[in-house]
């Protein structure tokens, strides 16, 4: 190789280099705005109305370093609002609000206003799943009211909402009287063969997190001396803005909201939320209370449980049977009844029994009331009988209501904790 | 002319990725839009019969353990019909390389950069393919067994990871819509398995040829194997439906991993598998169609064509078709019918001919 041509060629790789560093579509991490959550509302005009939580890396920034002081001076996000025709063009108006680009790749959670949800969303759905860098992990839920509201909630110790919201859902499995749906298997029960999905209900709270400051406020006059009633006045003034500060809106995420198709047919109260998360096989963990033989209230852990949803064609009729079996720990004895062998199969009777009632409850509001079929139940007769179901498929919207569901729970209780009975005062004779 | 050998281990390794290249991404749609629940099953049956032809094609191709298919056919059919065959077999090569050229920048624009021109990613595939094509079948070779184990690791990977997102209830019922859409179904599949054929233009560069039947088998074999794994994890956990809407069900899949939450968002791994297979698949129809132009033609070496040629490819690939809609709807309804004319039409008739003339060059 001459002199010239590897000359040559040192340039070519030089420029090369150059070429490597930039890219038509690149983007710097500091001209993004990165999108936490966004909430979708119905306006009055009858358009979307899309608000979105931004983060603030350098306030999240200062606030680890422990500096800053500023307090609630500066949030950690803002929010930003604009509305279009069709989703699409709400987002992208945000160009003209935001000095830097949105970034959607870390969005933790989608709300959907309730109106919004009401007409229906599987348009809004149709453009957020054509967006690439929206993840399919992001939780769907529906907001009682207005969804920008939730955004603006605080939720401590956390600086952003929508990342606390997405942080609840996932602990929800410790209670399970919440429900949690991510995108991807949201879509895939909307456009299964019993299209009625479920989504997490998130409600606003507006309640003052910090009582104590307003008492100390009204019986504030005391018998303390002139420096120390101005020391107080002072901590009173400053309690009382505090307070003020404080008194935002939390919220709470418990039942769910229930869909037919893509609208929104109405809510699921914690009892009968649980009852779907049994019916549906979902059920993690959660408290059963029962009376026990005194009387006393006795509380079980339920840990591990398996559904089997089984169509049954008993003489030219449909029956649905839905078999729980379930095991559990107890958890909490309000009285001082000990559990032994001889005792311990009535005891599983009652749970049963509790868990049969909350399954009752789910199908009474979704059968019966809402009429939506989001147990799956036509999507498990598509599955055990193909042939019948087609001939059914168009009629199924009438014959879900007065579909008879048969419903057999089986409870074991399994281990009690660290002890093996009550700290009886006195202890045991 | 090419004088370079490879391993029969070396071209079973090509033949996985280059079947696989974009098939994992863009089948599961077109066979789900057919089969619905039962894809796997398509896939399962378009293997089988994928396997079928491997063991037609390897007769053939062992028949003339020295020879190309370009160059026993004219031997075969005379040398007018040979020379049409050859043309056909060549051109279709040449064809699914300018498809795939295509595919490529596509896949790159929706996914990642959407403002960045296709042609930017289009040319840079054709200068890596004419470069390792330019190379040699040796250098593909040992790309291969460099590339295709990290392929495989990577694939392998994904599918674990997204195993615990699986309802398996979603691929039932089995064939609730009886058989039709199931058959239906796996013409893609046995199209993409039946790209096998290239091995007519391989085994002469084969160090042992006899070989080349089991590495045939086992490429099919493995390529069957994650085709329908893969199938029936994108129906289980994304939905039928689904699968069938998607642009990229594979994509979906990878990107909706979530592991204890530290373990997410593995996307980036989508862009190696997608890059390393559509790579190789472009190497492997480049070089057949290159090779067997310039023995078409009777030239002493295909080289001096790689980049007048490779231009042409990526020309053709821009104007072919004007959207992706229209990618799709040739790629799953046209396509594969084509493809078959070529990949199972052409060996099933050399080996027919070959038997009633009795023509072979083993001695």
Known sequence: ?429 | MEKGKITARQAMLLIIVAILGDGIFFLPTFVAAQAKTDAWLSFLLGSILGLLLTGIIIKLGLRFPDKTVIQYSEELAGTVVGKLLGIWYIAFFLVTTSYLTREFGEFLTTVVMPETPILIFMIFLSIAYSYAVYGGIEVMGRVAEFLTPIYIFLLIVMMGLSVKDMNLQELTPVMGNGIGPVIKGSIPPFAWTANVSAMLMLIPFINQPEQSKKASYMAVGVVGLLFVVNTMQAIAVLGAQEVARLEFPFFHLAATVRVANFLERIDALIMIVWVTGDFIRACVFYYVGLLGLSQWLKLKDYKPLVLPMSLLLVSLGIVQFDSIMEIHTWGGQGYPFYALSVEAGIPILLLIIAWVRGKSSRV
């Open chain 1, 1 to 429: 190789m001459s002199l010239r041509r590897r000359r040559f060629l040192t340039v070519m790789f030089l420029i090369f280099v150059l070429l490597l560093s930039g890219c038509w579509s690149r983007r710097e991490i500091d001209d993004l705005a990165i999108v936490t959550g966004i909430a979708l509302d119905l306006g009055p005009d009858n358009k979307v109305h899309m608000t979105i939580q931004l983060v603030k890396p350098e306030v999240l920034a200062k606030r680890a370093q422990g500096g800053g002081g500023g307090g609630n001076a500066d949030k950690a996000y803002w929010l930003l609002e604009s509305h279009g025709l069709t989703f699409v063009d709400a987002v992208r108006k945000f160009n003209t609000l935001s000095p830097r680009q949105l970034f959607l790749a870390h969005n933790v959670i989608i709300i959907f206003g309730e109106d919004l949800a009401r007409r229906g969303i599987a348009s809004t759905l149709d453009r957020i799943s054509r967006t690439k860098n929206l993840r399919r992990t992001i939780w769907v839920m529906v907001a009682k009211g207005k969804a920008r509201e939730v955004l603006e909630a605080e939720l401590e110790p956390e600086y952003l909402s929508a990342v606390a919201i997405g942080h609840m859902i996932e602990g929800r499995e410790v209670y399970s009287q919440s429900y949690g749906i991510d995108l991807k298997d949201f879509l895939r029960v909307l456009t299964g063969s019993s299209p009625n999905p479920v989504a997490s209900r998130i409600e606003l709270r507006k309640e003052f997190t910090n009582r104590e400051f307003w008492e100390v406020d009204e019986d504030g006059q005391g018998e303390a001396g002139q420096g120390e009633e101005d020391a107080k006045e002072h901590i009173n003034k400053e309690a009382r803005t505090q307070g003020r500060e404080q008194a935002k809106k939390s919220v709470v995420l418990t039942g769910a909201a229930v869909f037919k198709k893509d609208k929104l047919m109405g809510w699921f109260d914690p009892t009968e939320t649980r009852g779907l998360l049994w019916i549906q096989g979902k059920m993690r963990r959660g408290i059963i209370i029962i009376n026990g033989p005194e009387g006393e209230k006795m509380a079980f852990e339920s840990i591990r449980s398996k559904s089997e949803v089984v169509p049954k064609i008993h003489q030219g009729k449909l029956i649905m049977r839905v078999k729980i079996d379930e095991e559990n720990d107890f958890a909490e004895d309000m009285g001082f009844v000990p559990l032994t062998p001889e005792n311990i199969p009535g005891i599983e009777k009652k749970i049963a029994a509790a868990i049969q009632k909350d399954i009752e409850a789910a199908l009474r509001k979704g059968q019966k009331e809402y009429k939506s079929d989001i147990f799956g139940f036509g999507a498990a007769v598509h599955r055990k009988y193909p042939q019948q179901w087609k001939a059914i498929k168009g009629r199924w919207e009438e014959l879900f209501p007065q579909l008879e569901v048969q419903v057999e729970v089986k409870s074991k209780i399994r281990r009690r904790g660290m002890s093996t009975e009550p700290p009886k005062p006195g202890g045991k004779e």
